[in-house]
């Protein structure tokens, strides 16, 4: 997922007491403070690519197919060669000539989000085919995934890898662990219909095994209970407002799912997150996410107040976060039917496009050189979540992994 990972991570640091990992980490962390940071040849952004680099260069990628663009080769030669020998990624390898090995934090989301990323551009059967192949092998007993193999399943990851899966042509419903299936894992973390988070998904159960709402997770969950993938689907409008109804099937609780963000949408236009002391400021990263899910759910109409407010206020936080914020900014666009080098007047893919190496295909003015510093900095809220994903990084990888024997069919 993009700028709502970086609120994902501090969530999990809220929760790591209960053994719990985290849905992802930060589109751009930050750089050393001490010296800038070397950025490989053929990566788009311009910020330390340690907790984010194979996630930020799959939403480039797919977003750039999304529009019509072709990438660089080199761009694309970057995200393959992240990929170790068992067909899994890791958020970032510095060296990618040196084998993986045990001390390699490999993770769920990384590998789904390349899956995307290279499905969608075609010709990379071979490493799209060994990345599910790992997904399926580290498949929790529940159907789920957490962020790291061995770790409980959350919304989030499991949601993400159902995308993964649809996007290399398997079922989702199929692919079970124990008789379950990732769309029976997301049903049990959907809220019933009732009280002010009716429809909601939560991130995990907290310590006690309550479910608490949360916008990050009730839209990436959306996503995954219709079985898309990161940048949504096509859906005919519903014709009527999203409504909550007893969760029986994975359809229904997107519905409500759906529901559940139109709330916030319709009445100020934005969702709202909070730094630790600091008052609550629109998130435009679970915005967009938002906006996808509910027009994947067939109610684009009750995005348009947040639509209207990504068009105001997107740009202005792409160019502040990275070129994640301004892949998502694509796929949102798209998803509700819009022009997404025409955007407020503003013409996003040539503004991805300038983060990184040039597209071999694409508008006559795109840069062929990567924007400035400035251009694809992190904010300070980012900045504070990449020092949390290391604390995170430092916990999780005392957790065990799980390889499981692959199990596709039933």
């Not at 949601?159 to 124990?178: F, H, N, Q, Y």
């Not at 109409?301 to 990504?310: G, I, T």
């Not at 990275?322 to 893919?349: E, H, K, M, S, W």
Request: hydrophobic share 45%; charged share 20%.
């Amino acid at each position: 997922m993009n700028v709502r990972r970086a609120a994902a991570v501090l969530a999990a640091a809220a929760v790591l007491g209960a053994g719990t990992a985290p849905a992802a980490f930060a589109d751009d962390a930050t750089p050393s403070p001490s010296a800038p940071p070397e950025i490989p040849a053929g990566l788009h952004g311009a910020t330390d690519p340690t907790y984010d680099g194979v996630w930020r260069q799959s939403l480039t990628l797919l977003a750039q197919d999304t529009a019509g663009v072709t990438p660089s080769d080199r761009a694309v030669g970057w995200l393959t060669g992240q990929q170790c020998a068992d067909g899994s990624f890791a958020a970032f390898r510095p060296d990618p000539s040196a084998a993986c090995d045990s001390k390699t934090m490999v993770d769920s989301n990384s590998t789904a989000a390349a899956v995307q990323a290279l499905a969608a551009l075609g010709g990379h059967d071979a490493a799209v085919g060994k990345a599910v192949d790992w997904l399926v092998s580290v498949q929790n007993e529940d159907g789920g995934w957490g962020y790291n193999p061995g770790t409980p399943s959350d919304a989030n990851s499991t949601s993400v890898v159902i995308g993964a899966l649809v996007a290399a042509g398997e079922e989702p419903a199929e692919t079970v662990k124990d008789g379950k299936s990732p769309l029976d894992a997301l049903l049990t973390f959907a809220l019933p219909c009732k009280g002010k988070d009716a429809g909601a998904f939560a991130y995990q159960p907290d310590r006690s095994g309550k479910l608490l709402a949360n916008a990050d997770a009730t839209a990436a969950a959306v996503l995954g209970s219709l079985g898309s993938g990161l940048g949504g689907r096509k859906a005919e409008p519903a014709g009527a407002a999203a409504q909550c109804a007893e969760a029986r099937t994975p359809e229904q609780a997107a519905e409500n799912g759906a529901a559940y963000l139109a709330g916030p949408l319709t009445e100020d236009g934005h969702l709202t997150s909070a730094m630790p002391g600091a008052d609550p400021q629109p998130d435009l990263g679970n915005t967009a996410d938002a906006v996808v899910a509910l027009a994947s759910a067939g109610h684009a109409d009750q995005a348009e107040k947040a639509v209207a407010h990504l068009r105001d206020n997107g740009v202005a936080w792409a160019k502040q976060t990275g070129p994640a914020a301004y892949a998502q900014l694509i796929l949102t666009v798209r998803a509700v039917g819009a022009d997404p080098r025409d955007f407020g007047g503003q013409d996003l893919v040539e503004q991805l496009n300038a983060t990184g190496p040039a597209p071999k295909a694409g508008k006559p003015a795109d840069a062929e050189e990567q924007g400035t510093s400035e251009d694809r900095g992190v904010s300070p809220a980012v900045w504070w979540a990449g020092g949390a994903a290391l604390v995170v990084i430092a916990a999780v990888a005392a957790l065990p992994a799980v390889r499981a024997s692959r199990k596709r069919r039933p």
